[in-house]
């Protein structure tokens, strides 16, 4: 088993800056790819930011020049750097690390994050 554990979210003006991290702990299998999904209210999860363990990275198009996705192999941890929020960011954020071969995996429990004055 793995166990994710997400901080770091909250309220945030738009234009404003937050800073998500992601701590794994447990069976954490090698060659595992690390990111992060969001949901917002009636919509389906959908995919921010992904890393693999070498480090390649893939955004979603509306994230792209604004948030910045990193990882620590040695500490297992992952964050998520969003600048320049925008309202329509509002959602809950979920850590996930899963295999880069099987696509099996985990996720957190979810973060708030709110873009709103």
């Known amino acids: 088993q793995v166990q994710l554990v997400e901080s770091g979210g909250g309220l945030v003006q738009p234009g404003g800056s937050l800073r998500l991290a992601c701590a794994a702990s447990?069976?954490?299998?090698?060659?595992?790819?690390m990111g992060w999904y969001r949901q917002a209210p009636g919509k389906q999860r959908e995919l921010v930011a992904r890393?693999?363990?070498?480090?390649?990275?893939n955004y979603a198009d509306s994230v792209k020049g604004r948030f910045t996705i990193s990882r620590d192999n040695a500490k297992n941890t992952v964050c998520l750097q969003m600048n320049s929020l925008k309202p329509e960011d509002t959602a809950v954020y979920y850590c996930?690390?899963?295999?880069?071969?099987?696509?099996?995996?985990?996720w957190g429990q979810g973060t708030q994050v709110t873009v709103s004055t």
């Open positions: 890393i693999t363990y070498g480090g390649s990275t």
């Open positions: 447990g069976s954490i299998f090698s060659g595992n790819v």
């Open positions: 996930r690390l899963e295999s880069q071969w099987t696509g099996y995996g985990y």
